[in-house]
């Protein structure tokens, strides 16, 4: 490895940086993360952008080829104008799930930022996106860059040819339901951008082929006898639609019956790109956690080899405590539990647990307290489990003391609150599986199906929200969202809120044609 000139061992000295300096080390870093972490990534891709690139691509969910929509800019003024006053500031960088896996380093970063960002987003989260099984099950690194290339050169044609307020009319809608249009229960299939736009040139031939503008103006039928007939079929209707179905885009892009082919197509890009991000929905506390335990053993092992000066690492200390810091429940600044502050406290505590064990952590973690494997243990987990397993598995009762957890129980019927798990073994158990619960996308995400539609009568989509736990959605936005699913299915549209437990009808609701 190649210093300096000089007397100094140092891999750099100073806020400034150049490329000679990245390169020296981002070699230091590496040899650190795969020799002594044993870490399995991407090839790295990096690039140096200014604070309005990174502004953009906030604004654009982080990716670097986006289609444009106006939800975008409107995001990157409101970022802009907070950032421009002092009231927020950027991520020093962005890392993207691809292969490789590109991280964006904010030029403004001092040389010894460069180094802590390099740290956490080239190694720490490059490995969990290409071991962790979630990323590996349900998203394709190599191929999403060039399909979001044909994403955003296809919805440009579509403005050309179809205009801009029609395709932002598709778009709205589809945004509206990006969080209902992924599966969480089966694989979609991996596409290469060729295959995705030869599919694309199939359907499009398909339909054309096959449309007739007859069907639009088929009278509603109204005899009793077929009505009651197509009833009595109602099973083998659902049956041959697959319902109920979860995934409303799918279900939409697939049956709509007004819908052009472009617009079908448009729905199935906005439904990949929600596909994309659902496995870091799941894992924000063990992907945030992985990087930021990455990087602080990375700089430590830096500054223990004598590479990098007490300064620099004072500096990357400094942002490493900000990033990390857990504000109290009556902290103005609180908003919740930090997932980087959770993530690296449990990898912390994963570490202390195999090498110094006390007489408790052997009774609750038999298999791995005293080991002194703490790297294999973090391996195994950052590959097998999302955050709801993570936490049920390895959050300790030292740590449950540590950040002073506690359940609450609140009835809706009681004038009150109940703490209803303390710190005791029986309330150990209760708060870490509570709180692993509060991290289960499929118990947080309203679970809302089309569960019936007749084809051959009015054409209605019934809908249906399971209700756990009370819990019902928010009427304003619960309206507008299904005036959206009115837009995209072309006919009325219910929707029915029923109880889980007692199968009682909560609510209901409509969009019909105006």
Request: charged letters at 25%; hydrophobic letters at 35%.
């Amino acid at each position: 490895m190649s210093k300096q000139s000089g007397t100094s061992n140092f891999l750099f000295e100073g806020s400034d940086w150049n490329f000679d300096t990245l390169s020296r080390v981002y070699d230091a870093i590496e040899k650190v993360a795969l020799e002594d972490l044993k870490l399995d990534v991407y090839r790295n891709q990096m690039e140096i952008i200014s604070s309005e690139q990174m502004l953009d691509a906030y604004s654009s969910i982080g990716m670097p080829l986006m289609y444009q929509h106006w939800s975008f800019g409107k995001r990157f003024v409101y970022e802009d104008t907070l950032y421009r006053k002092g009231r927020r500031g950027l991520a020093y960088e962005l890392v993207i799930n691809s292969n490789p896996c590109i991280t964006y380093l904010m030029e403004e970063n001092t040389m010894a930022m460069q180094t802590l960002v390099t740290a956490h987003a080239s190694f720490g989260h490059n490995h969990f996106f290409k071991n962790n099984y979630l990323f590996k099950l349900w998203t394709d690194a190599g191929a999403i860059l060039g399909y979001m290339d044909f994403a955003k050169r296809y919805i440009a044609k579509c403005e050309e040819r179809f205009g801009l307020a029609a395709v932002e009319s598709i778009l709205d809608s589809a945004h509206a339901l990006m969080d209902h249009g992924v599966f969480r229960y089966r694989r979609p299939p991996r596409l290469s951008p060729q295959k995705v736009q030869d599919r694309v040139r199939e359907r499009l031939e398909y339909e054309e082929q096959n449309y007739n503008e007859l069907w639009r103006t088929l009278p509603q039928t109204h005899n009793e006898d077929e009505e009651a007939e197509v009833e009595d079929n109602a099973q083998d209707r659902k049956r041959a639609l697959n319902l109920p179905e979860e995934n409303l885009l799918y279900f939409l892009e697939k049956n709509s019956l007004v819908l052009e082919p472009w617009q079908r197509e448009i729905l199935r890009i906005v439904r990949v790109i929600g596909q994309y991000f659902y496995p870091q929905r799941q894992t924000k506390v063990m992907n945030e956690g992985c990087a930021t335990f990455v990087h602080y053993h990375i700089i430590n092992a830096l500054f223990d080899k004598g590479e990098i000066s007490e300064g620099a690492l004072l500096e990357m200390l400094h942002s490493h405590t900000n990033v990390v810091m857990q504000p109290d429940f009556n902290d103005p600044r609180y908003g919740g539990i930090n997932p980087y502050a959770l993530g690296f406290a449990m990898m912390q505590d994963i570490q202390r647990i195999c090498t110094e064990p006390t007489s408790e952590d052997r009774d609750w973690f038999p298999a791995i307290a005293g080991t002194g494997k703490w790297r294999e243990t973090l391996l195994e987990a950052w590959e097998n489990h999302r955050d709801e397993s993570f936490i049920l598995q390895y959050l300790s009762p030292a740590l449950i003391r540590r950040f002073r957890l506690f359940t609450l129980g609140d009835k809706a019927d009681e004038p009150f609150l109940e703490v209803s798990s303390i710190h005791n073994e029986r309330g150990y158990e209760k708060i870490r599986s509570s709180l692993a619960r509060s991290y289960d996308i499929g118990a947080i995400t309203p679970d809302i199906q089309v569960v019936d539609v007749n084809m051959l009568g009015d054409r209605q989509l019934r809908l249906q929200h399971n209700i756990r736990n009370g819990i019902v959605l928010e009427e304003n936005s619960r309206d507008a969202t299904l005036r959206h699913v009115r837009r995209l299915w072309g006919y009325d549209v219910s929707l029915v809120g029923r109880d889980n437990a007692t199968g009682k009808m909560v609510y209901e609701a409509a969009a019909k044609a105006r």
